[in-house]
């Protein structure tokens, strides 16, 4: 068994015992479950719908969503994390419906503590990043969303499924299909 394999049931063992104090109201479980999930949903949310003040307003939203339906939650279902991510993933299909299109900001944001590098290789970062970002524009959108949760969020198959209401075998079509189209694109260049 690895070191970690204890951690991280602890880790478990934890949230189990937060969430279920937050389903009988406690307002300072509730605080720490937001204070833990917050950076990840609003990034997601960030990276979904392309700018800072509506990621801000539907990350608002998903809490309060969170607050009104943390009672219903039921383990078996799916893990919290995927069970908040879903409800962040409803509400931008929402503002994508309601909207009908996708407004990107000029800059990508940094993530917080990047170390300081040269003009050089911040030049070539600054491409590397806007070179990426063209690629993935020209997938479909169901297609980010499938990259963004399994390689920026890190969740498995079954959880991304989960999130966006597919099943699993449809998730790693998308991402083989996105994959697939990446490397193309990137070959024809």
Do not use: C
Request: proline share 3%; charged share 25%.
């Amino acid at each position: 068994m690895s070191a970690t394999a204890p951690n991280a049931t602890a880790r478990a063992e934890d949230l189990r015992a937060l969430v279920a104090r937050a389903q009988k109201g406690e307002r300072e479980a509730l605080e720490e479950l937001y204070l833990q999930h917050f950076d990840r949903i609003y990034s997601y949310l960030h990276l979904s719908v392309g700018n800072r003040h509506d990621a801000e307003d539907l990350t608002t939203q998903t809490f309060l969503k969170m607050l009104e339906a943390i009672g219903r939650f039921r383990w078996k279902t799916a893990p919290f994390s995927a069970w908040l991510f879903r409800i962040a993933h409803n509400l931008a299909m929402d503002h994508f419906r309601a909207t009908k299109r996708w407004q990107p900001e000029e800059e990508v944001p940094e993530p917080e503590g990047s170390e300081e590098s040269s003009a050089e290789e911040a030049a070539l970062q600054s491409i590397g990043r806007r070179s990426m970002l063209e690629l993935i524009e020209n997938l479909s959108h169901e297609q980010k969303q499938v990259l963004t949760l399994k390689f920026v969020f890190n969740f498995s198959n079954g959880e991304a499924a989960t999130i966006l209401g597919k099943t699993e075998g449809a998730v790693k079509s998308l991402q083989h299909r996105a994959l697939a189209s990446l490397q193309k694109q990137i070959s024809s260049s």
